[in-house]
């Protein structure tokens, strides 16, 4: 398409680029005047404002039009055609959204909108959405990631209720294991310290003192939180909570023997720390990882009534 200068126009046409200045180019009338711009807050105003005028420029653009549309023009149509298109994705997404609150499907919506299915129409609204965080800061999700979300609190809870099931054994391989006197010299010297102090050395010129990896004494403060909690468990501080005081303190524990189980499978990788002088606790700590991820793996809680040995 060729194009004419605007000789009145003193400025060059990146003088152009203001999107209040755009909206207001395609709503002059025919003898310079100009109708007031229906837009505020950086958001462009009613597709009428604009529609002929734009039309215009589209048709001296196939040449159906003439006169040739000038520099200004063309640019504020493309600077224009952008507002439009984030006006229109707000729309959709406020028009998706509505059509949800109205009970209307997914597929129905997939329908209408001309895409594969439901999967698609969702992964559109996704999106959208995302370009506009909710008031609380969180982002929206998908079918998908809500639904393994849900299968990751349930598998946490499932790990938990295990650990608390289970609690006399790991208390006691936590405790074999956090007795060991050299057990935090033997964590770094382990491979695990070395890749570490090697990463940290490509990081800068000189040689990096060792640093203690933050495990083991980790380890040694949750069992001393834990026995604690077993000589004291504190006490309700709200009488009417329907969940009970009991309820309240079996989810305490879980919490502390879940994370005891954490730091004690630590010690599961060779590369964390050797323990070959050590094989009957080796076994033992490799035996409790083994089986705490065959439950993760079975995401299932433990039957009621099972053994806690």
Known sequence: MRTTSNPGDQRGPDAQHNRDQAWARLTQTPSGGRRLPSRSGGSPGRLMDIARDYDRVCQRAEGSLLPDATDAEVLAALLVIRMLREKLDHDELKLTSLARTKKITWARIAQWQELSGRQAAERRHLQLSRAYTRPDG??????????????ERRSRRAEREWARQHAQRIRRIAAQLAAIDDLQKRVDRSQEARVILAVRGS?????????????????????????????????PTDEGDPDG???????????????????????????????????????AIRDLHRDSQQQAKTRRPPRPGASTA
């Open 245 to 283: 005081p009991d309820w309240h303190r079996q989810q305490q524990e879980a919490d502390i023997l879940h994370r005891l189980l954490g730091l004690v499978t630590y010690a599961a990788n060779p590369r964390n720390i050797d323990l070959s002088d050590l094989p009957q606790l080796a076994d």
């Open 203 to 235: 990081e800068t010129q000189d040689s990096p003192e060792p640093v203690p990896l933050v495990w083991p004494t980790a380890l040694r403060d949750c069992l001393a939180e834990d026995e604690r909690f077993r000589s004291a468990p504190p006490q």
């Open 138 to 151: 969180t982002v929206p999700r998908t079918q998908s990631e809500r639904v393994e979300q849900a299968r």
